[in-house]
């Protein structure tokens, strides 16, 4: 079993753009805070030690593969 990797904020900017996903810092910023409804668009966490976002580098790189195989499927036949 793999260990976890938690990645702030900046890295996870750049573990997209490594994917092809280029988004500014506020875009980020956006996916990273709760709703109304305490949700987030991407399982970050408040780190308790140091106080920052997080995120586990493969849940953020699944969520975006996860979210890819959705939209082929999703695909209409032209």
């Avoid at 938690?6 to 996870?12: H, K, Q, R, V």
């Avoid at 994917?19 to 996916?31: C, P, S």
């Avoid at 970050?44 to 499927?73: C, H, M, N, S």
Wanted: positive net charge.
């Amino acid at each position: 079993m793999k260990k976890p990797y938690y990645i702030g904020l900046d890295e996870a900017r750049q573990v997209l753009a490594e994917m092809g996903v280029e988004l500014n810092e506020r875009q980020m910023q956006r996916a990273a805070e709760m709703d109304a409804n305490g949700r987030r668009k991407l399982p970050f966490f408040v780190d308790p030690i140091e106080g920052k976002l997080k995120i586990e580098k493969q849940a953020l790189i699944d969520a975006y593969v996860q979210r890819q195989v959705q939209a082929t499927r999703n695909l209409r036949p032209g």
